[in-house]
């Protein structure tokens, strides 16, 4: 039972660099979301989708890009890496009907 | 738009000593409410929720109730134990929380228990 997979746990870019942080889920969870977690701000909500084709921004937006071509993954893209976006990220799924959402390990990214 | 204010940390109690993490919460409509604890090096895991007011949630001991008229959901534990060690969020969601993902968290506080 993996639940929410996050990959990689941690990455080191350098300023304008892109990647992509992978999630996975395995329960069949309609809903998907991207959270970023700085201390002393709690998580925000970055990017989320309620479907496969679906997505919509949250609360920082601005510098990520996501798709949602599968039920399963949902990735996160850098297109091109700033300093401000060393976080630790989070990735998140919930069912439909249901209240709660389940939470991937994080990715804990330093952009340099 | 939607808050939750929490109890700042870091919090050290000693083992067995009673917990109280203060959250109280700005909404619009008729949120749900939940506290998520993130043990070390790992992600968020549900400890609680509420969804109307005056519900109580409780797990592991642990417990909270609604409060619609004082716009609060504190945290409690009459005995805590090393192992409750971890971070703990106060969040909330707007309405049936269907087709609405947005969770707004608090900044969460560190627990720490000393034997």
């Known amino acids: 039972n993996a639940g929410v997979t996050q990959t990689p746990k941690f990455q080191v870019l350098k300023t304008g660099q892109s990647m992509t942080l992978q999630c996975a889920q395995d329960?069949?969870?309609?809903?998907m979301s991207w959270y970023r977690q700085d201390p002393g701000m709690g998580l925000r909500l970055i990017h989320y989708?309620?479907?496969?084709?679906?997505?919509d921004q949250g609360e920082v937006p601005n510098g990520y890009n996501v798709s949602r071509s599968t039920t399963e993954d949902f990735p996160l893209r850098l297109l091109s890496a700033a300093p401000s976006q060393t976080s630790v990220y989070f990735c998140?799924?919930?069912?439909?009907?249901?209240?709660?959402?389940?939470f991937g390990q994080g990715t804990r990214l330093t952009v340099v | 738009g939607d808050s939750v204010t929490q109890m700042e940390g870091p919090v050290t109690l000693s083992e067995e000593a009673f917990l109280t993490i203060n959250c109280t919460y700005t909404?619009?409509?008729?949120?749900?409410l939940f506290w998520y604890v993130q043990y070390p090096g790992e992600g968020l895991q549900l400890l609680l929720k509420?969804?109307?007011?005056?519900d109580k949630g409780s797990n592991k001991g642990f417990e909270a109730t609604y409060r619609k008229e004082t716009t609060s959901f504190h945290l409690e534990k009459g005995s805590v134990q090393v192992s409750d060690s971890a971070v703990y969020f106060c969040?909330?969601?707007?309405?049936?929380?269907?087709?609405?993902?947005?969770?707004?968290f608090g900044t969460g506080t560190r627990l720490t228990i000393i034997p």
């Open positions: 998140a799924s919930r069912g439909g009907g249901s209240t709660e959402a389940f």
């Open positions: 329960m069949n969870h309609e809903y």
């Open positions: 989708s309620v479907g496969a084709g679906i997505t």
């Open positions: 909404a619009t409509g008729y949120p749900s």
């Open positions: 509420a969804t109307k007011a005056d």
């Open positions: 969040a909330l969601s707007e309405g049936s929380n269907f087709g609405n993902e947005k969770l707004t």
